[in-house]
């Protein structure tokens, strides 16, 4: 059963800490992303990579980090830098360069304290 | 600078009556199209999608109209269903061209609301 995994569903962490958000794969899709969402805001794009070891600064990833060192899995690190990191956020792929469409995960709600 | 933009934050349609949602878009580079649909703290599903060389694309209750002139896009639902009450996202993209590669811009979506 193919899909995308996004784990925890809930995470909470104290002011001043990285938390380190799982986001993995088994759809053999090249590209995947990273979006935020906030009430009222959409998704923005935080990162993205198109193939491994290759990935691209969104519209907002000041704060955060990540890595694509297997195909499957795309973690984002949010640091201590993001100075508003209470959010909602998705993990997409896309299968590859001649299609567009995006398919999602279902998420991370990260809290915190 | 917001490029996709939806303008009705909510929408409130009765059972069975037709939904309609409405986007539009600024950058004439865009040329692909993408309606997403989706539930409180879950993801988004995709849900229909349109090329630039059409003006219309339907699936079952879903259709899609695309206005290049006007740079508005709509989607439809008829008949609408209870189910369907979620957040829709409107995205574009300019598709293959360099460093924007598979990137989708997003509006900040409408609330339909179905009622009974």
């Known amino acids: 059963d193919g899909g995308i995994t996004q784990s925890p569903k809930y995470l909470f962490r104290k002011e001043g800490q990285n938390v380190t958000l799982s986001c993995e794969q088994n759809?053999?899709?090249?590209?995947m992303y990273w979006y935020r969402q906030d009430p009222g805001q959409g998704l923005r794009l935080i990162y993205y990579?198109?193939?491994?070891?290759?990935?691209q600064k969104g519209d907002i990833a000041e704060g955060y980090s990540v890595s694509r060192e297997k195909k499957e899995s795309f973690p984002l690190t949010v640091t201590s830098a993001q100075k508003n990191p209470t959010a909602f956020y998705l993990c997409?792929?896309?299968?590859?360069?001649?299609?567009?469409?995006?398919?999602f995960g279902p998420g991370t709600r990260l809290t915190v304290l | 600078d917001q490029q996709v933009k939806q303008n009705s934050p909510s929408l409130s349609v009765q059972e069975g009556r037709i939904s309609i949602l409405n986007c539009d878009y600024t950058?004439?580079?865009?040329?692909?199209f993408l309606w997403y649909k989706k539930y409180p703290a879950e993801g988004p599903t995709f849900l229909i999608s349109?090329?630039?060389?059409?003006d219309k694309n339907e699936d079952g209750r879903f259709t899609v109209f695309l206005n290049k002139s006007a740079k508005h896009l709509s989607l439809h639902i008829v008949p609408s269903q209870p189910g369907d009450s979620a957040v829709y996202f409107c995205a574009a993209t300019p598709g293959g061209r360099g460093s924007t590669l598979g990137r989708l811009y997003f509006g900040r979506g409408t609330q339909l609301t179905v009622w009974p």
């Open positions: 990579s198109q193939i491994v070891n290759d990935f």
């Open positions: 759809l053999n899709h090249d590209a």
């Open positions: 349109i090329s630039s060389i059409k």
């Open positions: 950058n004439s580079m865009f040329d692909y």
């Open positions: 997409a792929s896309r299968e590859g360069a001649w299609t567009d469409t995006q398919y």
